[in-house]
Each structure stands twice: as C-alpha cells, then as structure tokens.
C-alpha cells in the first residue's frame, strides 16, 4: 500500500509504550494516522514513543490508563477520540503473561489474565465502537498460543487468546453491517525486552520454527496496519498468524 496510507486517520493503541505495541503506533504513525498510545507504568516509554512520532512529523499522546480498571480504559477511549475529533482504529496490544502448571497457577493470576487480555479488549473495543463510523478497524493482538499450548503451565495465557479469537468474531458480526471490521493478529516469538531473541529460553522456542528466527516487532505492526489499511477492508473475524511458522 502507498505510503501515508491512513492520512487523516486517529488509532488509539493500548499498552503503546514498549514492544510490538510501541511499534504498531510508530508504524499507523508513519502510515499517516494520529495515534493515542495508553501505558501504565511505563511513562518514560511512552514520552519516548510520542517524542518519535512527533520527531517523525506525526501526531501522538500518551495516556495513563491500566487494562484492569474498566472505566480508565472507557476514559482513555473517549479522551482520544476527542483530542482527534474522530476514532478509526482501535489496537488492543496491552497483555500480560502468567504462566505456571494447572497445581501452581492461582486464581487469582487467572483472574488477572482474563481481566486484561480478555476484558479490556471487550470494554475498549465497546467504546471505541461508539465513536466508529464506516471504515473503523478493531485489531488486537492474540497469540499462537491460542491455536497449540506447546509447552506446559499455559493454561490462563493461551485460554485468555484464544477466548479473544472468540470474541473478535463475535464483534465482526455485530459490526459488519456498520463497516466495521475485527481481526486477530496471532504473533509467535518476537524479539522484545519480555522475549529478547537473546534470551535463556529462546533457542528451545526457535528449534519449533519452520523459519527458525524471532519476529521483529516491525514485522507485527506490518500485519497490524495492513489490516488497518484500505487493503484490510474486507478481511473481518480472522485469526492471522505470524510466527516463522511455529504452527504449520
């Protein structure tokens, strides 16, 4: 797609200030679109990936808002949609990791891992909803945990995914005749500071690989703003996975 693709365009992006997520709002911002990033401890990551994009000669802001509280996420939707007039994009990227066997695993880490990588996605993506008109995009970014729990203690994080798959093709049809779509971007093992390509257990996630290599952040938030762009426009309620082939 030609460059500057999403001019005039506003995405909000949680959890925008490290890894794939600071990169899918450094890309929509290349693409032309304004882009809102929420945090919620990292403000001095957040600062930096506004400062980029405003260096860049885009438009950004940062917002304060944790995945667990229902009514920061609604605030946060809402405040972006007014500092940019308009919403269009919607990228649920916030997500945390908590993982042990079934006999170590608490409730209360279960608990936390729906709230955040189930819930939030569901109150953002309801409140985004009233601010989209025709052409608004829903994405938020799954797992290939979600289609095979390779490894043991994944049962919260890949149950909190691959509910997400479920409930992004849930939003495609209540949305769909709005123009609305959802979609699913499953990464596999990306090079960031939570998964560094570097790390003690990366060489027992690339011997899974049909490419053995990490993905690059970069490469996510291509998937992520292909599916934001004028091409995406027909693809709705899908699952895309991007991990070097560690599913196939």
């Known amino acids: 797609m030609s460059y ?21 709002a450094r890309r929509l911002a290349a693409d032309g679109a304004g882009v809102a990033i929420t945090y919620v401890n990292g403000e001095e990551g957040a600062r ?55 006999d170590a695993l608490s409730l209360a880490d279960f608990d936390e891992t729906m709230e955040v990588n189930l819930r939030a996605p569901f109150v953002a993506a309801k409140a985004a909803a009233a601010h989209m008109g025709e052409g608004g995009r829903i994405i938020s970014i799954g797992s290939n945990l979600a289609e095979r729990a390779t490894d043991a203690g994944l049962s919260a994080y890949s149950a909190s ?30 090079d960031t500071d939570m998964n560094p390509a570097a790390g003690p257990h990366a060489e027992h996630q690339r011997q899974k690989m049909a490419m053995p290599r990490f993905g690059t952040a970069d490469e996510i938030a291509g998937m992520v703003a292909w599916l934001a762009g004028p091409e995406g426009r027909f693809v709705t309620g899908a699952a895309l996975t991007i991990d070097g082939g560690a599913n196939a």
């Open 48 to 102: 930096a990936v506004v400062r980029e994009i405003e260096a860049a000669g885009g438009r950004g802001f940062a917002i304060k808002a944790d995945n667990r509280d229902a009514a920061a996420i609604e605030a946060a939707v809402d405040e972006a949609a007014k500092a940019f007039g308009r919403l269009d994009i919607l990228v649920n990227s916030a997500g945390i990791w908590r993982a042990a066997p079934i």
């Open 161 to 190: 995914k691959a509910a997400l798959v479920g409930l992004t093709k849930a939003f495609a049809r209540d949305l769909g005749p709005r123009g609305i779509t959802a979609n699913v971007v499953h990464p596999g093992s990306t």
């Open 4 to 24: 500057r693709s999403l001019n005039g365009k506003a995405a909000l992006v949680t959890g925008g200030s490290r890894g794939i997520g600071a990169a899918i």
